[in-house]
């Protein structure tokens, strides 16, 4: 397999996960179950674009924050992604990191619902 066909791959199996992230977003959200457990599937489908993205580009990092500071240069300062998905990918990961880490924090249903549909802004992006 050629570098260019591995990298395809790779960006067809993160596409994958960001669908399949974003389908338990939609319907954890639909069921009503926790904001928390909406907040972080809506994240990972947000990560999973963005992983997808950062394929074709010259850096790596093990750390989310890593990850998202890179896209926020190099696509959202420079305009090639809409400011709007970098405040989204940003606002989903402070809320999936209170909701998941912080000791009886939890997301709100107004803050969750709209990034839902952010995130599936960005994977079509």
Known sequence: MTTEQRQWALVTFRLQQAE????EA???????MSSRSVINRAYYAMFYSVLALLVYEPYSSSKHSGVLGYF???FVRTGEIEERFGRALN???ELRQRSDYREMADATKE?????????RGLLMR
């Open 111 to 119: 803050q969750v619902d709209p990034l839902v549909e952010e995130a």
């Open 91 to 93: 606002k989903a990961f």
């Open 26 to 32: 939609k319907c954890l959200q639909a069921g009503g």
């Open 20 to 23: 399949e992230s974003l389908a």
């Open 72 to 74: 926020n240069q190099r």
